[in-house]
């Protein structure tokens, strides 16, 4: 089985909290509030929120999650303009053509169950799930969201896969692989990658590629907000904490 990227925080956003019974009544905040709050964190601040997601997050300083934020960000753009220039286009569907993805468009996953809003799954295989799409494109009138626009959203999860497609075919020399950890060293050494280093690239190279005002990690509270009011309240607050930014 390939390796298999997802944008998938709705599902991340309830294993947080807890179960839709559990999950306790969070402060509600304005949607347009929201909008303006997440739009003006900067890339350190969801360094912090990505590294809070982050496995092996225990093992790194401050400085240190500061530093690797700082470089996966630094790789996403850089790999954002190198593709737009080696393939003369900055448009996610062209590059998806032309990389020879196959981009599929299913309302939800198969059988159900779970709620996905975006997957790539090695070698060659991107899909947007047009459920999430709907949701939160309806947004767009209550709040004027440019972000949330149907177009602006659809490229954006599109780009975002991309990243994950580019990272595959250059594993030996694209920053969010090369990069690695030692866990331990007897009796032989083991060194893991740091896997959020991959979707805070991935963010970067959606935000260079489309040139966006706002960094795309927004649309992890913004997504999940089309399908669950309170989780993504949630997930705003725990974010707002994190980043002292209420």
Not at 67 to 93: F, M
Request: proline share 4%; glycine share 6%; hydrophobic share 35%.
């Amino acid at each position: 089985m390939g390796r298999q990227e997802k944008w998938n925080r709705l599902i991340d956003a309830f294993s947080r909290k807890g179960t839709a019974f559990s999950m306790p009544e969070y402060p509600k905040v304005p949607f347009p509030e929201m909008i303006e709050k997440l739009g003006a964190l900067t890339e350190e601040d969801w360094g912090k929120y990505a590294f809070s997601r982050e496995p092996l997050e225990g093992r790194f300083s401050n400085e240190q999650k500061m530093q690797y934020t700082h470089k996966a960000n630094d790789c996403g753009r850089e790999w954002a303009e190198k593709i737009a220039r080696q393939y003369g286009t900055r448009n996610p569907g062209e590059l998806a053509e032309k990389l020879g993805m196959k981009v599929k468009t299913p309302k939800v996953p198969v059988g159900g169950g779970l709620v996905l809003f975006a997957q790539f799954v090695e070698p060659d295989e991107i899909t947007i799930f047009t459920d999430c799409v709907d949701k939160a494109s309806k947004l767009e009138e209550e709040c004027g969201c440019d972000l949330l626009r149907r177009e602006n959203l659809t490229n954006t999860l599109l780009a975002h896969e991309l990243f994950h497609a580019v990272e595959e075919r250059h594993v030996k020399e694209i920053y969010t692989r090369t990069e690695r950890v030692e866990l331990w060293r007897k009796p032989f050494s083991n060194k893991s990658t740091i896997s959020c280093l991959s979707e805070i690239a991935a963010m970067a190279f959606a935000g260079e590629l489309l040139d966006l005002k706002v960094s795309p990690y927004m649309l992890d509270v913004l997504l999940v907000y089309s399908y669950d009011k309170n989780a993504a309240w949630g997930l705003y607050d725990e974010i707002m904490n994190m980043t002292k930014k209420q």
